[in-house]
């Protein structure tokens, strides 16, 4: 039976309290399920979850639901097509019709500005550390019987020099700001690195108004060709690719693949880039190198899980074809943890088509009720394309070949790869826990979410390599928390340990 | 023809504008942007300084992961830009190293 909370301000205030059901079943502070990430996995859960009858809380860092993929302006900026920015947006607003439809009869609740910090075992399910709003100003505690991870990605950078300069902005990055603010970094932007992601952007930019120079990607894309069963199976990818296609083409933006961004000039902002082929290891070729004037760049490499709060738990991971630490799941999309579910982009990149239709999946699973065969078969499809992807995009070992002594790696506490070497060359370091200890590599602010993956290659550790490839990275804390609020011990619902 | 823009991509018709104050001077802010977003408008693409170099640093990741886009915000330091909104009259300085000078001895 639903019980009051001990602290019921802790549980932040309900979202419609005047006009919610008299008898509020959310004010229990155990919920059925409790869903970490408000993206297409997220949402498509915790609808799904309150259709089977699961009380269910939806918890993510941002003020809003739809994470990065569905990032839209904030409603004061009065934005009255949002969809232009989006591929399928009425597949967001269904969700998020349904998900309010739930708020208001009580039987889903969805918490913003709630950053999930830790993960914590507990006598009767789990309790989620949070810290709240973009400036951490106080915490709460949030207890379900279980919970379901769908918490994302975040890019892959790989460090070139002059990429700290102003102006140097991720793919995904530009994506936000233009999504959310209505904003660009530049008027002329490259685009570079590798993924599907690259289209995506380029494609939003110009059609926002900036000049696009050129779209440079690492590979050549003949990895997609080696399957065609498989992107038979998902033309819809196909179409979304040839939409993003289309517009580059409308716009007279120039593809060129198997070359890469080697530098960024400029001194206080960045004036151009250089552009040089590469090799099918992703060397770079001497010799042709091209200057492309522009004003900004937009640069990224793929996307990584971001699997933290469950990897603190101990659960158990894969690397995929791309390299990237992801979870192990069954086919009900359970962790290794009893009671930890994970859907989208933590078992693996695979974009937000995939991630709805595991959000819905995993939901089930959950609630122990057996899902539509359509869906099952559509994940099935979309995870194979999934793979297929992550080994088109797989970056090269050549890249380390545009790298100079003075590159800093790690942005954040500003080591260059000269440091980096002398870790792994002279003092033996070969892993990066080993070059962090020795450099402040990962250290920082961060903590190693722009540096990881460049110096688990310089250290000799990346995937493929002689040590097998990394394990996941260990964060005990998955955002920063101010002191004050880890001092202060247990909240006040959290049992006593 | 009407050059392309962001808002008129949307048709976005926002609220009307007001400042934030960035090193002295006003920057306009739409209702709904973040500090980074607004100084982006501006312009504006660096507003911190590094520990070691003094380089100068703006928004990178755009999403509150990497922290490239720290500044001091009303008097606050280490505050991410790409996370908060500007509201009016939200004061904006450039943050040299780790922006705790104050602590200095």
Known sequence: MPTSPSDPSSFGPPADASSGPLADPLFDPLFDLAVIGAGPAGLAAAVTAADLGLRCVLLDGGQGTGGQYYRHPAPGLGAARPDRLHHHWSAYTGLADRLAAHERAGRAAFRGGHQVWALERTGDGFAAHVTRGPESTDRATVRSRSVLLATGAYERQLPFPGWTLPGVVTAGGAQAMLKAGLVLPGRRIVVAGSGPLLLAAASSLVTAGAEVPAVVEATAYLGYARRPGVLAGVPGKLVEGAGHGGALLRHGVRLRPRSAVVEAHGTDRVTGVTVARLDARWRPLPGTERRIDCDALAVGHGLLPQIDLATELGARTRTGPDGAVALAVDARLRTSVPGLWSAGETNGVGGADLALAEGELAAYAVAGALPEAGTLRRRSRLRAFAELMAAAHRPGPGWTGWLRPDTDVCRCEEVPVAAIREAVDDLGAGDPRTVKLLTRAGMGWCQGRMCGPAVACLAGSAPGSASGGPGPDRRPLGCPVPLSQLAAGPSPESPAS | ?105
């Open chain 2, 1 to 105: 023809m009407r050059r392309r823009t962001p808002a008129g991509l949307v048709e976005a018709e926002p609220g009307p504008a007001h400042h934030i104050e960035f090193d002295g001077r006003p920057v306009p802010a739409l209702p709904g942007q973040t500090i980074a977003a607004a100084l982006w408008a501006d312009g504006v693409l660096a507003w911190r300084t590094t520990r070691v170099g003094g380089k100068p640093r703006g928004a990178f990741c755009g999403i509150g992961s990497c922290f490239d886009c720290l500044a001091t915000v009303d008097g606050r330091p280490n505050q991410r830009t790409c996370l908060l909104p500007a509201e009016p009259g939200t004061t904006v300085t450039t943050q040299e190293g780790h922006g705790r000078a104050d602590l200095a001895v």
